[in-house]
Structure formats: structure tokens, C-alpha cells
């Protein structure tokens, strides 16, 4: 580009007029329009960046301001790089999610019973409603969550010691053990399983190792065509359900539908045993307000969603709450939603969706309208262990 001032063509240009006189069409002017280029060209050039050059006399010469163009609407901002950057390619044992309609969506499931808008509601569902609004609402991501890492006929597999010391058995066999499979971090350290190639789902508590020399604290498996809940309890958790059971998955986030139940926990579940579907609890509290493991709650079904100023995936999961509801599956220091732990899928599969946290705030999510459903009778079995195609027991 030409470096010289602009206010220095200008005076040159008059002079050439002055000499030139008024000719009347300047047939000899020829006019030709370069082509920017270069570290200096503008990365989107308007027509007020061109410039003219004179054939005769070779006296650089601006164009006149063009005509007022319309105002184009700002893109969008980027998001940040770091949480946007496009889904990686998943290595072996990683998957898109593993929604309870793809694994527990069998026709008596109770993680895909849709609700109907007049299910009859408990006498007590205002008071239990003070309790869970006493807490803040939350989603487990990045720990206290479930990674689920998916297997097929070529994993290795590997026979899982199980080392508490009330277990019925010492091993889990046979289990398909990805590559890179590991337990979420905190304290209860769950892993889980998906087999697609047995239809198997294998959960983990207190998981540690990898591979050949994984151990678990208590291990069992379950078929992913079934209904998601361990007969006898013996389960992963407290609720007798599969730890993969009503998770929110990316994949889902991004689809924009959950169709299925939630699995949620909460600090006072009720002593004196589970509710059906869960088949065991780990309940001690004897608060009016404590509600019993297996309890459904949902939102309101005659609210607008839409009203509430959510983002695409707190409606997402709000929708799943209005429809299908959210059935309490454990004990926990909060009231909380869990979501596929991120480290068992490809890096950047949340991306654009939710920000990357340990725990997220939910409590954009209109909780105060949310209802219990009449409460079956609790039950208080003692816990047995029952063999099925899955554990081999």
C-alpha cells in the first residue's frame, strides 16, 4: 500500500486539476482498482480502503466517501476458546453418553415412565418441598459423579477384587476394563461400565487402579436391558439403583432432550427403608421434612419453562424434571443432579454446553415448584445378593 499522507494527495490533486482545466470526460484518465494484499490488508477490506491510482499523470488520487451503508448487527462474541473448542475424537472405552433411555429403557423401567400431568401428588409434598429448597440445587460434574466408559468384545478383561468387609464375595469376573478407565476422585471413587457388545452394565464403589490391577470396595453388574435396579440392593448405591441410571450426559445437552428420569440425592433421607423402585436405602433421618430413598418429585407441569430466563441446558434439564421427574437415589452433603463426569468422554464434550466445574449452581432451575408424588409404603428388607447373566453370582 501506498505509505504516503493522505493529506499530502489531496494537495497534489489539486494542482493537476488546476493544470488539466475542466476537461470534459478526462478520456485518458485510465482508472484501475489494486488488489489489497499483504500483512497490511484488513481482514474484512471495505471500499473506502481502495485507492485509485492516475495513469496520466501517475498522481495517486482518493475515491470520494461511498454512500452510508446499513448497519449490519454485530456477530455474536466468541465464547471462550478454552470451554468451545470443538469435541475431540474419543479414544477406546470413551463414548457420547450413556442417557437412561439407552441403557434402562426397558417397557417396566421406571427411568422412562413419563409422568401424566394429573399423577397424584403426597399430602406432605409442600413441606418436603421447604426441605429440598432449604438446600441449594446442584449438579455433581467433575467430582462426586459417575464416569461411565464404555467397553466392546475386544477390551481386556479382568477379574475385580471387591474388598469391603460385608461383601457376599470376593470377586466380580470378567469385567471388561477400557484402556485409560479410571474412578471419579473423591471418596466414594465410583466407576462404571457400559458393555455394549454383552449388554451388561458393571458399577463400581470405592474403586482404585486401572486395568489388570483394578480393586473396588464393592463391585456388581447389571443387564443394561433391564430396569436400572438391583434386586436385593447390593448396588453401587445406597438405593439398590445403577450408578448410571439417570445421569444428564453431553450428548443429551446437546441434542436438547433427556428422556428419562433424573437421579438426584439429598442430605435428609427419611430412616426405615426405601420407597419402590429403589430396593435399599442408607437413610437415618427422622425429620417430617426427610424424604425416603425411591421418592419422585418433578416440576410443576403447568409452568412455562420458557419464563424463567434458563440457558439451553438448565431447560433441557428442567423439561426432564417437568416430564419424567427425578427420583432420589442417595445420601449427600447436597441437594444435587449428577452429570457424566467429563474424564470419561472426549475432551471437549461438554464444550459450549456447561462450564467445566467441580459442582454447578442449578438453582436457576424453579425448584420451589416442585411436587412429590404419593409415596408407596416403605419397605425395609435386609439386603441379598442376586445373581443374574451380568454377575455370574
Not at 420458557?306 to 419424567?324: D, H, K, V
Request: aromatic content about 6%.
Amino acid at each position: 500500500m501506498d505509505p504516503t499522507p493522505a493529506t499530502g494527495r489531496r494537495k497534489d490533486l489539486a494542482s493537476v486539476l488546476l493544470t488539466v482545466g475542466c476537461v470534459g470526460a478526462l478520456a485518458a484518465l485510465l482508472v484501475t482498482v489494486p488488489v489489497l494484499q499483504g500483512p497490511d490488508a484488513p481482514e474484512d477490506p471495505d471500499i473506502r480502503a481502495l485507492e485509485l491510482s492516475v495513469v496520466v499523470p501517475e498522481i495517486p488520487l482518493e475515491l470520494p466517501e461511498p454512500p452510508p451503508q446499513p448497519v449490519v448487527a454485530p456477530a455474536a462474541p466468541e465464547p471462550d476458546a478454552a470451554r468451545t473448542a470443538p469435541a475431540q475424537a474419543a479414544p477406546r472405552g470413551q463414548g457420547g453418553g450413556v442417557g437412561s433411555a439407552e441403557v434402562f429403557g426397558g417397557a417396566d423401567s421406571p427411568w422412562v415412565q413419563r409422568l401424566a400431568s394429573d399423577a397424584a401428588i403426597d399430602p406432605n409434598s409442600a413441606e418436603y418441598v421447604r426441605g429440598l429448597n432449604a438446600e441449594t440445587f446442584k449438579m455433581a460434574m467433575e467430582e462426586w459423579s459417575i464416569p461411565v466408559y464404555y467397553a466392546d468384545s475386544s477390551t481386556p478383561r479382568y477379574d475385580v477384587p471387591l474388598t469391603v468387609d460385608w461383601a457376599p464375595v470376593g470377586t466380580l469376573r470378567d469385567v471388561p476394563i477400557p484402556e485409560g478407565a479410571r474412578p471419579d476422585p473423591m471418596d466414594d471413587a465410583h466407576l462404571t461400565i457400559v458393555d455394549r457388545s454383552s449388554g451388561c452394565v458393571y458399577d463400581f464403589w470405592g474403586a482404585t487402579g486401572s486395568g489388570g490391577g483394578m480393586t473396588a470396595r464393592w463391585g456388581n453388574a447389571i443387564p443394561s436391558d433391564g430396569d436400572g435396579v438391583y434386586d436385593g440392593g447390593m448396588a453401587s448405591r445406597a438405593s439398590g439403583f445403577s450408578a448410571a441410571a439417570g445421569l444428564v450426559t453431553a450428548e443429551e445437552l446437546r441434542n436438547g432432550a433427556i428422556e428419562h428420569a433424573l437421579v438426584f440425592a439429598y442430605p435428609d433421607t427419611r430412616s426405615g427403608g426405601p420407597v419402590a423402585p429403589a430396593t435399599k436405602s442408607d437413610g437415618r433421618t427422622d425429620s417430617s421434612s426427610a424424604l425416603p430413598q425411591g421418592a419422585r418429585v418433578r416440576l410443576d407441569p403447568s409452568i412455562d419453562l420458557t419464563s424463567f430466563g434458563l440457558s439451553g441446558a438448565e431447560l433441557t434439564i428442567a423439561r426432564a424434571m417437568q416430564r419424567y421427574g427425578m427420583i432420589l437415589g442417595d445420601t449427600s452433603g447436597a441437594f444435587t443432579i449428577y452429570a457424566q463426569h467429563p474424564q470419561s468422554l472426549a475432551e471437549g464434550a461438554f464444550s459450549g454446553l456447561l462450564p467445566l466445574q467441580t459442582s454447578l449452581d442449578m438453582s436457576a432451575i424453579p425448584t420451589q415448584y416442585l411436587q412429590v408424588l404419593d409415596l408407596p409404603a416403605q419397605s425395609d428388607a435386609d439386603a441379598e445378593l442376586v445373581g443374574n447373566r451380568c454377575n455370574g453370582f
